[in-house]
Antibody
Framework: EVQLVQSGAEVKKPGESLKISCEGS????????IGWVRQMPGRGLEWMGVIYPDDSDTRYSPSLQGQFTISADKSINTVYLQWSSLKASDTAMYYC?????????WGQGTLVTVSS | EIVLTQSPGTLSLSPGERATLSCRAS???????LAWYQHKPGQAPRLLIYGASSRATDIPDRFSGSGSGTDFTLTISRLEPEDFAVYYC???????????FGQGTNLEIK
């Protein structure tokens, strides 16, 4: 069974850094792109970016590029989403997704709350 | 940039009724790259349809997708209580690799 398991909820202050994770299992992790999708409060789904764990080839949403970094450690089947300086507007639910032409498997979500 | 516009924004129906949800692309797209998702509160979204009309694993046959060019439709033939949720369409572009969601349709109980 394909599974994506994300790290737990986080509460941070503006300006702090954060790295959340997504561990894949049940399939050959290096054969699929893994992406991140966010849902800000009261808003719809928004694609953020995607990485190919085998060679760390990464693509970002043009409208969001520069606001975060996606990385991978294929030795432990894990993809990361990180921020160097959080803003209140980064408050959202973040989902990792196995990415083909569509997203066929979703992590359970990581809620990130940024508040002073 | 391709924009997906879903309509209506909110659809109020009763269990047993038929639901028709629309997704319109700002320019013609390949149906191979059009998918639909269901999202319930407190849960991760779930893939329903890919390639515009292929049902994902374990999706009941009351869900069907159709369309081509710029107009795509998700139909739920007879609504069950568990079908009330928000539905999103999504498009994929291969070069450069990019994904786009529609803004969603909220299917609510009347």
């Amino acid at each position: 069974e394909v599974q994506l398991v994300q790290s737990g909820a986080e509460v941070k202050k503006p300006g702090e850094s954060l790295k959340i994770s997504c561990e894949g299992s049940g399939y050959n992790f290096n054969d699929y792109w893994i992406g991140w999708v966010r849902q800000m409060p009261g808003r719809g789904l928004e694609w953020m970016g995607v990485i190919y764990p085998d060679d760390s080839d990464t693509r970002y949403s043009p409208s969001l590029q520069g606001q975060f970094t996606i990385s991978a450690d294929k030795s432990i089947n894990t993809v990361y989403l990180q921020w160097s300086s959080l803003k209140a507007s980064d408050t959202a639910m973040y989902y990792c997704v196995r990415s083909k032409n569509y997203f066929d498997s979703w992590g359970q979500g990581t809620l990130v709350t940024v508040s002073s | 940039e391709i924009v997906l516009t879903q309509s209506p924004g909110t659809l109020s129906l009763s269990p047993g009724e038929r639901a028709t949800l629309s997704c319109r692309a700002s320019q013609s797209i390949s149906s191979y790259y059009l998918a639909w998702y269901q999202h319930k509160p407190g849960q991760a979204p779930r893939l329903l349809i890919y390639g515009a009309s292929s049902r994902a694993t374990d999706i009941p046959d009351r869900f069907s997708g159709s369309g081509s060019g710029t107009d795509f439709t998700l139909t739920i033939s007879r609504l069950e209580p568990e079908d009330f949720a928000v539905y999103y369409c999504q498009h994929y572009i291969n070069s450069p690799r990019r994904y786009t969601f529609g803004q969603g349709t909220n299917l609510e109980i009347k």
